[in-house]
Nanobody, 118 residues
Framework: QVQLVESGGGLVQAGGSLRLSCVMS????????MGWFRQAPGKEREFVAG????????EYADSVKGRFTISRDNAKITVLLQMNSLKPEDTAVYYC???????????WGQGTQVTVSS
């Protein structure tokens, strides 16, 4: 059974930084696409960033390009999301996602709250 466990959310002032982590178990990590999505109150879940399983190439939503960085550590079966220059509109529940599709959407974590105050 695949499990994704996120950590690192919290409350931060605008302009600050947070780093989210997601540890995966139950599946071969190096062969799995990984990504982050977010969902703000009253809005649909949206893709934030993703990193591919073999090439390690990355993709970002336009709204976070230049501010967020996704990376993966295959040895630690972990995917990270470094978030800098945070804005109030980044406030949302952030979900880790995994799978073979692109963007990954088969397996989901429980979500971690990120709140950016102005």
């Amino acid at each position: 059974q695949v499990q994704l466990v996120e950590s690192g959310g919290g409350l931060v002032q605008a302009g600050g930084s947070l780093r989210l982590s997601c540890v995966m178990s139950g599946r071969t990590f190096w062969n799995t696409n990984m990504g982050w999505f977010r969902q703000a109150p009253g809005k649909e879940r949206e893709f934030v960033a993703g990193i591919k399983r073999l090439s390690g190439s990355t993709e970002y939503a336009d709204s976070v390009k230049g501010r967020f960085t996704i990376s993966r550590d295959n040895a630690k079966i972990t995917v990270l999301l470094q978030m800098n220059s945070l804005k109030p509109e980044d406030t949302a529940v952030y979900y880790c996602a995994a799978g073979t599709a692109w963007p990954p959407n088969t397996y989901w974590g429980q979500g971690t709250q990120v709140t950016v105050s102005s």
